[in-house]
């Protein structure tokens, strides 16, 4: 019985013994692919690649840095004033053509509040000129017939910066238009209204003293033909007959008249603020 014991302890040192040799092996093999794979054995394989010397890693390193840095600075700066962020670009070497050679580029992105992805293709002739051929533009933008205009003259004229600078132009608006909408609001929350949020292209002027009297201060952005973004700006009044007499001194309806030419002669900021203070602080006079 003791002798079976015995030489199962044998075998079973026998065993880890060789399992613990084949791990040493094991080991070694790595340590040794880990040698190969060092940093100087690369840049002796890079040498040997490129037939020509490579200045020290760390030096290189360094540089890369240094690039990587500026090249992210650089990004900011044209985020900030373009207020494009791309967030995926891929680029594909297609055929060679008598012409030149073709590429195809998928871009993916957001202007502003205005996600946007974009194929398109572009043919490098042999003096360097890059030439777009073809355009095909993604965006939610259903509701806004300028947008879905600006998107389809862009897939037929092939100009895409043109389409970057209205787009950039567009979004601009649109943000100082919502910001304009919500400073009111939060300092008038009784005077203003913004029943479809402040995003949408137009808020409400009411005074309390005068049940059912509105002023629609409308705030469009348009995109003509030519790419040009115009902000165009309408106050309409909603009164009903029955509330004209209680405006004895004919704010409202000069108010509406002479809307444009407050613009003009105040700015946008300062106008609001007297069409506000005009019609919805005072009282209604009996």
Known sequence: MQKNIIE??????????QEIQELKEQYEENQREIAFLSGANIKKALES???KRISDDSTNMRTVQAKLAQCEHEIQIFKMITGLELTKYLKKTGDKTEKGILYSHKLAGQCGFLPFEMEFRTLEVQTGRCEVIHI??????????????????TQKSLNLLGFFRSL??????????QSTFSHFKDKYPLAVGLPMGPSADYMVLMNPALPGCELLLVWKITINEDGSVTPVLDLLPKIPEQA???D???VVEDAAVNF?????AFGLQATIENIIQSFCMKKASN
């Open 8 to 17: 199962r302890c044998e075998d079973a040192v026998s065993s880890l013994k």
């Open 49 to 51: 690649f490129y037939g």
């Open 136 to 153: 095909n533009i993604h965006m939610d933008c259903k509701e806004n017939s300028d947008l879905i205009n600006l998107v389809s003259r």
């Open 168 to 177: 950039s132009t567009f979004t601009e608006w649109c943000e100082y238009r």
């Open 244 to 246: 004209t007499a209680l």
């Open 248 to 250: 004895k001194t004919g």
């Open 260 to 264: 444009k030419t407050l613009l003009q």
